[in-house]
Protein backbone atom coordinates (compact mmCIF):
# COMPACT_ATOMS: atom_id res chain seq x y z
CA UNK A 1 0.00 0.00 0.00
CA UNK A 2 1.44 3.37 -1.13
CA UNK A 3 0.28 6.64 -0.97
CA UNK A 4 0.75 8.61 -3.95
CA UNK A 5 1.88 12.49 -3.47
CA UNK A 6 3.02 14.98 -6.20
CA UNK A 7 6.17 16.12 -4.27
CA UNK A 8 7.61 13.30 -2.31
CA UNK A 9 10.07 14.93 0.07
CA UNK A 10 9.94 12.11 2.60
CA UNK A 11 10.17 8.06 1.19
CA UNK A 12 9.23 6.33 5.12
CA UNK A 13 9.04 2.46 4.96
CA UNK A 14 7.29 0.90 7.59
CA UNK A 15 7.86 -3.05 8.02
CA UNK A 16 4.98 -4.84 9.66
CA UNK A 17 4.11 -8.78 10.28
CA UNK A 18 0.86 -9.00 9.98
CA UNK A 19 -2.36 -7.45 10.84
CA UNK A 20 -1.32 -7.19 14.84
CA UNK A 21 -2.38 -4.22 17.35
CA UNK A 22 1.11 -3.01 17.20
CA UNK A 23 1.10 -2.87 13.24
CA UNK A 24 -2.11 -1.74 13.00
CA UNK A 25 -1.70 1.17 15.36
CA UNK A 26 2.12 2.33 13.78
CA UNK A 27 0.43 2.62 10.88
CA UNK A 28 -2.65 4.80 12.42
CA UNK A 29 -0.07 7.49 14.23
CA UNK A 30 2.24 7.15 10.92
CA UNK A 31 -0.42 8.83 8.80
CA UNK A 32 -1.20 11.27 11.36
CA UNK A 33 1.84 12.78 11.79
CA UNK A 34 2.51 12.79 8.13
CA UNK A 35 -0.72 14.69 7.31
CA UNK A 36 -0.19 16.93 10.28
CA UNK A 37 3.69 17.60 9.48
CA UNK A 38 4.41 16.75 5.53
CA UNK A 39 0.87 17.09 3.89
CA UNK A 40 1.30 16.75 0.34
CA UNK A 41 5.44 16.01 0.56
CA UNK A 42 5.64 12.11 1.77
CA UNK A 43 5.35 8.38 0.85
CA UNK A 44 4.86 5.94 2.69
CA UNK A 45 5.50 2.22 1.81
CA UNK A 46 4.65 -0.52 4.22
CA UNK A 47 6.09 -4.03 3.76
CA UNK A 48 4.33 -6.83 5.30
CA UNK A 49 7.44 -9.29 6.45
CA UNK A 50 5.05 -12.43 6.90
CA UNK A 51 4.19 -11.43 2.98
CA UNK A 52 8.06 -10.46 2.16
CA UNK A 53 10.37 -11.76 4.51
CA UNK A 54 13.55 -11.38 1.70
CA UNK A 55 13.24 -7.50 2.46
CA UNK A 56 13.95 -7.48 5.73
CA UNK A 57 17.55 -7.93 5.33
CA UNK A 58 17.89 -5.23 3.07
CA UNK A 59 17.11 -2.33 5.60
CA UNK A 60 18.68 -4.73 8.28
CA UNK A 61 15.27 -5.34 10.40
CA UNK A 62 15.59 -6.84 13.21
CA UNK A 63 12.38 -5.87 15.29
CA UNK A 64 8.87 -4.71 13.58
CA UNK A 65 6.77 -2.80 13.31
CA UNK A 66 9.73 -0.93 12.12
CA UNK A 67 10.24 2.82 10.53
CA UNK A 68 12.97 3.47 8.04
CA UNK A 69 12.92 7.06 6.52
CA UNK A 70 14.98 6.12 3.15
CA UNK A 71 14.85 9.90 2.10
CA UNK A 72 16.08 11.97 2.93
CA UNK A 73 19.68 10.59 4.20
CA UNK A 74 20.74 9.41 6.27
CA UNK A 75 18.76 6.42 6.78
CA UNK A 76 16.87 6.40 9.91
CA UNK A 77 14.94 3.67 12.11
CA UNK A 78 12.39 4.34 14.49
CA UNK A 79 10.58 0.91 16.21
CA UNK A 80 7.72 0.32 17.92
CA UNK A 81 4.35 1.72 17.14
CA UNK A 82 5.39 5.63 17.04
CA UNK A 83 3.12 6.75 19.51
CA UNK A 84 5.35 8.88 21.06
CA UNK A 85 4.85 11.77 18.60
CA UNK A 86 7.85 13.61 19.66
CA UNK A 87 10.01 10.75 19.15
CA UNK A 88 8.86 9.94 15.89
CA UNK A 89 9.13 13.68 14.50
CA UNK A 90 12.66 14.10 16.40
CA UNK A 91 13.12 10.57 15.15
CA UNK A 92 12.60 11.77 11.91
CA UNK A 93 14.24 14.91 11.72
CA UNK A 94 10.62 16.52 11.00
CA UNK A 95 11.68 18.95 14.10
CA UNK A 96 14.46 19.85 16.03
CA UNK A 97 15.55 17.46 18.78
Given at each position: ????????????????????????????????????????????????????????????????????????EPIRKIIGDLSNEEKVLVGLNIIPA
Open positions: MIEENELKAYELRLYIAGKTARSVTALANLKKYCEEHLKGQYRIEVIDLLVQPQLAEGDQIFAIPTLVRKFP
